[in-house]
């Protein structure tokens, strides 16, 4: 299995610009998580999804930050407008809850730099 | 609420010496433990797991850990530390029933020296 995938891998732009960031989780799982990691803050979980439906979006910082599961084997993170303080490595996670998994396999992350 | 703790930010141990790195829960009910890795520039990559049986858990890269539910904690231990085990390193808790998502610890920045 390919792992989880991110795209992009870095992304750079202005503040006020929109930003999508993208994730393709492992195949077969049925939950689906957004984290935010900065030096400051540390690691924080902004949504998560189980069977594509949104659960806990209770860390997603603002309005301007809006997730999507349009189907089992897609997802994005949309920031806009972007602001400086938006800047971190954005990670998706995966994971199949049930029996005795439920661990999560994280992608390698988007790093967001807003100027 | 239920939480997990790191309590030491950085932990240095001499290459060769075994190294533990700590955590502690406060849940209710029986939790998943885990622990995670990530060396710089990566995403966490899952190393073991705690669910049910043997309080010992045998993982990744030789890494251990010993569930002790007395203490409530989950110690992750390695008998001899090398180098490249330098990273940061997280222990998550999962709650049955109380959602899919796991709550991690801070983490604690292990450095193995020569």
């Known amino acids: 299995d390919a792992g989880v995938i991110q795209s992009p891998r870095h992304e750079v732009t202005e503040m006020g610009q929109e930003v999508t960031l993208r994730c393709k989780p492992i195949s077969g799982h049925n939950s689906l998580f957004w984290y935010r990691q900065t030096m400051m803050r540390g690691l924080e979980l902004l949504i998560y999804f189980n069977n594509n439906v949104p659960i806990d979006d209770s860390g997603m910082p603002e309005d301007r930050f809006s997730a999507k599961m349009p189907n089992a084997s897609f997802s994005t993170l949309k920031i806009q407008p972007s602001e400086p303080r938006d800047s971190a490595v954005y990670f998706c996670?995966?994971?199949?809850?049930?029996?005795?998994?439920?661990?999560?396999?994280f992608g390698p992350g988007t790093r967001l730099t807003v100027t | 609420a239920q939480s997990v703790a790191q309590p030491e930010d950085q932990v240095n141990v001499a290459e060769g010496n075994p190294l533990t790195v700590k955590c502690t829960y406060s849940v209710s009910g029986n939790p998943y433990l885990f622990w995670y890795v990530q060396y710089p520039n990566r995403g966490l990559q899952f190393l073991l797991k705690?669910?049910?049986?043997?309080?010992l858990v045998k993982g990744s890269y030789g890494f251990e850990a010993e569930f002790n539910k007395s203490q409530t904690s989950f110690h992750l231990k390695k008998p001899s530390a090398l180098v490249s085990d330098s990273a940061l390193y997280f222990c998550?808790?999962?709650?049955?029933?109380?959602?899919?998502?796991?709550?991690f610890g801070t983490g604690t920045q292990l450095k193995v020296e020569l």
């Open positions: 998550a808790v999962f709650i049955p029933g109380g959602g899919n998502k796991l709550t």
């Open positions: 996670a995966s994971s199949l809850v049930g029996g005795v998994a439920y661990e999560q396999y």
């Open positions: 705690y669910i049910t049986g043997d309080n």
